[in-house]
């Protein structure tokens, strides 16, 4: 049986759930690619909320990428989210969000990013993430591999499961 939402995390309802959709992905770095994702913000009871994602190549359905992390609400307009990847990265990010009964609109951004020793290099990113009604979407953009800060990735998801 899933326990309540924590109290302090209500603001983030509009997130919870599984979504599915597709994204596409662009940087100096590498060839232009299409993928199929599924995002997944979960509780449990607990005063914060889960985050896991995972993307698929769009043409062959090869594992792409995977992150993991949490989200905690700070205050009345701040959140704070840490996200792990298998690559070697660390994210630790504030945002700043807006939410009412349209939507819930949060911008984060990085105040460090740690790699592994054998990790790509990565100095910087920003995540922008809207939810309106049954759909989520986002644009991420980033400093790495020696290059400025830019866009990065962008996709549309659909709500498949409510929490």
């Not at 698929?56 to 840490?82: C, I, W, Y």
Request: glycine share 6%; aromatic share 8%; hydrophobic share 35%.
């Amino acid at each position: 049986m899933q326990p309540p939402l924590h109290q302090v995390c209500l603001p983030l309802a509009p997130l919870l759930g599984v979504w599915q959709g597709t994204g596409s992905g662009h940087y100096p770095t590498i060839d232009n690619f299409e993928y199929s994702e599924e995002v997944v913000y979960a509780h449990m009871g607990k005063p914060f909320v889960t985050y896991a994602q995972k993307t698929k190549n769009a043409s062959d359905g090869q594992p792409l990428h995977s992150e993991q992390g949490f989200l905690r609400v700070v205050d009345a307009t701040t959140l704070e989210m840490v996200i792990a990847q298998p690559t070697g990265i660390v994210e630790t990010h504030i945002g700043s969000y807006v939410s009412n009964e349209e939507s819930f609109i949060v911008k984060f951004d990085s105040i460090e990013v740690s790699t592994t020793p054998s990790a790509k290099s990565v100095e910087q990113v920003s995540r922008l993430v809207r939810v309106a009604q049954n759909e989520l979407t986002y644009d991420v953009s980033m400093a790495a591999a020696g290059q400025s800060f830019q866009h990065h990735l962008e996709a549309k998801l659909q709500r498949v499961q409510p929490d």
